[in-house]
């Protein structure tokens, strides 16, 4: 494969990443009505509830007529950011930036805490017991 290939690829499994987890977010916060056991550890995932939602929303609008690169978008000051992983560091909605820390997409979600954080929801979640079937 060579190096553009590679280079797509791993847009595209960011782009990939960003939804799921964004996607993720809503059946959690669905699911913390329904079972109130993960309400704590939800609510405690700050990375997952704020910077993946803001992610997700940035990326899901940087292309077509409206979004983020045709000079749109409802929060143009929030799609670039120099503030992150590495300071000083120009990182769009878009990038990557790969460090000690881990793989911040964005410039902004780092991969490796979203996966501590939805890990320690899905521990609480499985102590959750299996509804009976009450089906006569």
């Given at each position: 494969m060579n190096s553009d290939c590679l280079k797509k690829k791993q847009k595209l499994n960011a782009y990939h990443f960003i939804l799921t987890t964004g996607n993720l977010l809503r059946v959690f916060e669905r699911a913390r009505h329904m079972f109130p056991e993960i309400e704590p550890v939800f609510t405690s995932a700050q990375h997952l509830n704020h910077e993946a939602r803001e992610l997700r929303d940035l990326v899901e609008h940087t292309h077509g007529r409206n979004g983020y690169l045709a000079g749109w978008g409802n929060n143009p000051d929030r799609y670039e950011r120099r503030d992150g992983p590495q300071p000083?560091?120009?990182a769009d909605a878009t990038s990557t930036i790969i460090n000690e820390k881990g793989h911040w997409l964005g410039g902004r979600l780092c991969v490796e805490t979203i996966?501590?954080?939805?890990?320690?929801i899905i521990e609480v979640a499985k102590t959750i017991p299996a509804p009976t079937d009450h089906t006569p």
């Amino acid at each position: 494969m060579n190096s553009d290939c590679l280079k797509k690829k791993q847009k595209l499994n960011a782009y990939h990443f960003i939804l799921t987890t964004g996607n993720l977010l809503r059946v959690f916060e669905r699911a913390r009505h329904m079972f109130p056991e993960i309400e704590p550890v939800f609510t405690s995932a700050q990375h997952l509830n704020h910077e993946a939602r803001e992610l997700r929303d940035l990326v899901e609008h940087t292309h077509g007529r409206n979004g983020y690169l045709a000079g749109w978008g409802n929060n143009p000051d929030r799609y670039e950011r120099r503030d992150g992983p590495q300071p000083g560091v120009l990182a769009d909605a878009t990038s990557t930036i790969i460090n000690e820390k881990g793989h911040w997409l964005g410039g902004r979600l780092c991969v490796e805490t979203i996966h501590q954080e939805v890990s320690r929801i899905i521990e609480v979640a499985k102590t959750i017991p299996a509804p009976t079937d009450h089906t006569p």
